[in-house]
């Protein structure tokens, strides 16, 4: 088993920043590819970012690219997302995911951190 708790939600202003962590417990982190999803209101969940186990591979949903960065601390067993020049349309509840497999499905899932960008 792999627990999972976000944290680093809040209101911002457009244009502002966050930054969101994940850490970690359970089973070995690096053993994980880890994902950022999120779901906004009454649309379904997205893929938002992935990272593989080391750091040295990442990957992002075309709305985000540039604004936000995935990253990684092993030795603390958290995975990060960070968010720039956010819009309201990135509004959104925003969850971790872990994987065994970079690019494969996620077994197991975080209870989720709210992110609103106001206008």
């Known amino acids: 088993q792999v627990q999972l708790v976000e944290s680093g939600g809040g209101l911002v202003q457009a244009g502002g920043s966050l930054r969101l962590s994940c850490a970690a417990s359970?089973?070995?982190?690096?053993?994980?590819?880890m994902g950022w999803f999120r779901r906004a209101p009454g649309k379904e969940r997205e893929f938002v970012a992935r990272?593989?186990?080391?750091?040295?591979?990442?990957d992002y949903a075309d709305s985000v690219k540039g604004r936000f960065a995935i990253s990684r601390d092993n030795a603390k067993n958290t995975v990060y997302l960070q968010m720039n020049s956010l819009n309201p349309e990135d509004t959104a509840v925003y969850y971790c995911?872990?994987?065994?497999?970079?690019?494969?499905?996620?077994?197991?899932w975080g209870q989720g951190t709210q992110v609103t960008v106001s206008s």
């Open positions: 359970g089973r070995t982190f690096n053993n994980y590819a």
């Open positions: 990272i593989n186990w080391n750091g040295g591979m990442t």
């Open positions: 995911a872990a994987s065994r497999v970079y690019g494969g499905l996620y077994s197991y």
